[in-house]
């Protein structure tokens, strides 16, 4: 059924020895970490302990990961096969979205190696979120591999065992829309406890909906998004026109979006509080109107049938559910006794070194393994 | 685990068949192996050292107590008649042989004197002699008399045949408030009369009744003396600074002092440091045992009132009430740090260019691209160079 083929390309070009090099300062700064202990790479302090390894690396790149959930979702459980050809990129993605998030988490912890204890069922305090996200991202991530196995099977020729696995695919089809339901929601749940620390205009008891809703919408942008740049840079047949039928899905689930926080703001009395001079007013106005902007393109047909409108969307979205998490996570969040926090440049170097490895091994994969469609012209 | 375990006890056994009938006067069996119990987890010492207390203070030959007052105020006894596990008089009649006590022995005069000395010369060698009260050295002694004795005369008496000698209280122990400044009867403690002899202090005032009950379980038990700090108190109640283990300890780190009694810091329970506690000089259990066995708080920082250092020689009735302690740990800076001060580093010139330069790039590869899809919808035919 699958007509996905690796893409015969040569793996060193210059981007991809731009990338190594981004890795490798990466890594260095991570071996300093472990030598020397967060405090020597990080500016995260008792005020900030989340910096941006977790806010970017893992709450932003799990929502950029969300594109094999958004995809099962529409594929499988909505049963529109015709999407099918953006359903291994955008695993691919998620996969790599989140085994890397899963990494981020592992040197963000202060005593790594008292993570195994999170498996330990005796040590469960069933009612933390925080221990719903990291079991559920454990076994989403170990889903994704198992959703993603085809290719590899595939590619190795193993086709006995890529039957077997195929006829119980529902299963993790299912869990794939499952867990990731589960912990981006949970994500949103993670700063209730936060309480007065974050800003009204973002504090809202509907934050676990506004984040699970926000993460669906980002992860039908990064396939629409990846879809098209690849099939840019790589010269392949153009998916618009299976993306322009994605992008009023889209739009509906961004305008639902911006709905449910403008009603939710109206009806906790907080909009004065974004009439007030502040960065974080500002970029409480940016996120909106990114928003905004991307559900106007993806609601009008002149905006869907563009590409460059429909891209230009796309990436609105994306960089909107970016920012909305950073506000949400960092700007918005103001702990007790003037704390402040910005990245240190090896803080900065690591999280573009993991975003980097992502688009590494995302482009050693496609031009390795059977993910994408039509590149039959050349072969 | 294993080397540092105690050898098993059966407490079966320990109990016998019959552990809650009252056997010693009112204490059955079981509650006295609590008590003893409880005392050797006070000392630090194993739950069989318990035992053996058990043991020492219920066998026929266990030594008497003779008990002497000199220049004080009886605090020191009715604080012991407070220690309520067990009750005074189980302890007096069961748990210790108090033999002698000027205060609390029932005959009176000469009868009572007579049943001292025949008792002294009973167990001569054998017997604890306890000292409550200083001693007047000024003019012959003659300041504090008992039977036509001095104290002085009475202290040397009963130290003779004593196998030890414990001074109970403040003024035991090295002269207590009437040896404060002038000292008009030149008030002393018991180990400067008897100057030679081991002389255990158990200071306060008053002080912890368990604090001395443990000491005299422990004579008993183990025939010498617990370990003593350079003043000769024992190291187990009197090894810790008050102000190592004190409740308001968090405060005094954090800078938060009561400066008045009654002001704001004072109502919130704040560290009274400021208003002359001598917590941080004075050393003493009791932030961790508390007084009269009403629980967590009662002791005199507790209810809001500074340290007076009375387990200290140097400081209580020598130092002012609401002088400064000296602290013998780590001292408060002169300044604390402002509550509002900005805390976390700031953005730094090579983070502020890091995260410009790939917003810059970004924002460029995306106008680029944006660029080269100008056109219609198809693919451009000419391959790029590839990414």
New interface residues.
């Given amino acids: 059924m699958s007509t996905a083929t690796p893409l015969r390309?040569?793996l060193i070009?210059?981007?991809?020895l731009v990338l190594v090099a981004l890795v490798v300062i990466a890594f260095y700064f991570l071996g300093v970490r472990f030598l020397f202990g967060l405090g020597a790479v990080a500016?995260i302090?008792?005020?900030?302990p989340w910096g941006i390894w977790v806010v970017v690396d893992v709450i932003i790149g799990t929502a950029f990961g969300c594109g094999g959930f958004a995809m099962a979702l529409l594929v499988y459980i909505f049963n529109r096969g015709q999407y099918h050809p953006l359903m291994r990129p955008a695993l691919l993605s998620g996969l790599f979205g989140y085994t890397l998030g899963g990494f981020a988490v592992i040197f963000d912890l202060g005593r790594y190696w008292h993570a195994y204890n999170l498996l330990l069922p005796w040590y469960i305090q069933p009612n933390s979120v925080m221990l719903e996200v990291a079991l559920c991202v454990m076994a989403y991530v170990v889903v994704l591999w198992i959703e993603f196995a085809p290719a590899f099977l595939e590619r190795l020729g193993l086709t006995g065992i890529k039957r077997v696995l195929d006829r119980w695919m529902f299963v993790f089809a299912a869990l794939g829309v499952l867990l990731p339901t589960m912990h981006q929601s949970s994500l949103g749940s993670m700063l209730l406890v936060m309480g007065y620390k974050l800003s009204p205009l973002w504090f809202t008891l509907w934050l676990p909906a506004l984040f699970v809703i926000s993460a669906l919408a980002m992860g039908y942008a990064v396939v629409m998004f990846e879809a098209?740049?690849v099939?840019?840079?790589?010269?392949?047949?153009?998916e618009?026109a299976l993306i322009s039928k994605l992008s009023l899905v889209v739009g509906c689930i961004t305008v639902g979006w911006l709905v449910l926080r403008w009603v939710d703001l109206f009806a906790r009395d907080a909009v004065p509080l974004a009439f007030v001079g502040s960065v974080s007013v500002f970029l409480f106005w940016v996120e909106n109107a990114l928003f905004l902007f991307a559900a106007l393109v993806f609601v009008t047909p002149a905006g869907r049938a563009s590409?460059?409108a429909s891209?230009?969307a796309a990436?609105a979205l994306l960089a909107g559910g970016s920012l909305y998490r950073l506000d949400a996570y960092l700007v918005g969040y103001q702990p007790l006794?003037?704390?402040?926090?910005?990245?240190?440049?090896p803080?900065?170097?690591v999280s573009?070194g993991v975003i980097s490895l992502e688009i590494l091994l995302y482009?050693v994969f496609i031009k390795t393994l059977p993910v994408l469609h039509g590149d039959a012209a050349?072969r | 685990m294993d080397a540092i375990r105690t050898p098993a006890i059966d407490y079966d056994t320990c109990l016998g068949p019959n552990p809650d009938v009252p056997v010693y006067g009112k204490l059955s069996r079981r509650e006295l192996l609590k008590f003893c119990a409880g005392i050797a987890a006070t000392m630090g010492l194993s739950s069989a050292a318990g035992v053996r207390m058990a043991e020492a203070a219920i066998s026929p030959d266990r030594p008497p107590v003779i008990w002497l007052h000199g220049q004080e105020c009886t605090g020191c006894t009715e604080s012991l008649l407070r220690s309520y596990h067990p009750t005074i008089e189980a302890l007096l009649l069961d748990v210790i042989s108090l033999d002698y006590h000027d205060t609390l022995c029932v005959g009176a005069g000469k009868q009572a004197l007579d049943y001292k000395h025949a008792m002294m010369e009973k167990h001569k060698g054998k017997y604890v002699l306890v000292t409550e009260g200083g001693t007047p050295m000024k003019d012959g002694g003659i300041y504090c008399k008992v039977g036509g004795k001095t104290q002085a005369e009475l202290v040397r008496e009963g130290a003779a045949g004593a196998a030890a000698v414990i001074a109970i209280g403040s003024c035991a122990s090295w002269g207590g408030i009437q040896s404060a400044d002038p000292n008009p009867t030149g008030a002393v403690g018991t180990h400067e009369v008897i100057p030679g002899k081991l002389v255990i202090n158990v200071p306060g005032c008053p002080p912890s009744p368990y604090n001395f009950l443990s000491t005299v379980l422990y004579l008993l038990t183990f025939k010498r003396p617990p370990a003593l700090d350079q003043l000769n108190r024992p190291k187990f109640a009197y090894g810790r600074l008050i102000h190592e283990n004190c409740e308001r300890r968090p405060h005094f780190d954090a800078g938060r002092f009561a400066l008045e009694f009654g002001d704001e810091g004072h109502r919130q329970g704040f560290c009274l440091y400021k208003i002359g506690c001598k917590g941080p000089e004075t050393f003493a259990n009791c932030p961790a045992i508390g007084f009269g066995d009403v629980g967590f708080g009662s002791w005199p920082v507790g209810t809001g009132h500074p340290c007076f250092g009375c387990t200290e020689k140097a400081t209580a009735f020598r130092k002012p009430l609401h002088a400064l302690a000296t602290v013998k740990t780590l001292t408060p800076p002169t300044a604390f740090p402002q509550v509002d001060a900005a805390k976390g580093q700031g953005v730094s010139i090579g983070a502020a260019a890091t995260v410009g330069v790939v917003g810059g790039l970004v924002v460029g590869a995306g106008a680029m691209l944006l660029k080269q899809m100008s056109d219609k919808p198809k693919a451009t035919d000419a391959p790029n160079k590839g990414a």
């Fill in positions: 390309r040569s070009t210059p981007t991809t500016n302090n008792s005020g900030y098209t740049v099939s840019k840079t790589f010269s392949l047949p153009s618009h590409p460059r891209l230009l990436v006794s003037n704390w402040s926090y910005f990245p240190s440049v803080e900065l170097m573009i482009l050349h």
